[in-house]
Nanobody, 127 residues
Framework: QLQASGGGLVQAGGSLRLSCSTSGRTLRSYEVGWFRQAPGKEREFVAAISWSGGSTDYSDSVKGRFTISRDNAKNTVYLQMNSLKPEDTAVYYC??????????????????????WGQGTQVTVSS
């Protein structure tokens, strides 16, 4: 149900923008997170955004370089990745979990809390 796209091959220092969208389900009331998994490593948290867009959180390794945002009218969440490093190479997944709160400020970093996952998109950063 979730579709991650925008991955590719880029040189170190370059930029990519990932997109996460759905077909047949609105993301409006869902918190969305981005996670990544490098070969031989555990899947790890990258960034998350509340359903309202009012709260975001980032892992320390990407803070200041990546920006998560959402356009609920387009049913899409973005991950803008700047100043990419070879260690950012991984398959990037988006995930969603419903949040029925009125304020929509909850942000979750625990991957076990997310119910819906996309298929992943490969990001490769060459040195």
């Amino acid at each position: 149900q979730l579709q991650a796209s925008g991955g590719g091959l880029v040189q170190a220092g370059g930029s990519l923008r990932l997109s996460c969208s759905t077909s047949g389900r609105t993301l409006r009331s869902y918190e969305v997170g981005w996670f990544r998994q490098a070969p031989g490593k555990e899947r790890e948290f990258v960034a998350a955004i509340s359903w309202s867009g009012g709260s975001t959180d980032y892992s320390d390794s990407v803070k200041g370089r990546f920006t998560i945002s959402r356009d609920n009218a387009k049913n899409t969440v973005y991950l803008q990745m700047n100043s990419l490093k070879p260690e950012d190479t991984a398959v990037y997944y988006c995930a969603a979990v419903e949040d029925r709160s009125l304020l929509g400020l909850r942000v979750t970093t625990d991957l076990d809390k997310f119910d819906y996952w996309g298929q992943g998109t490969q990001v490769t950063v060459s040195s």
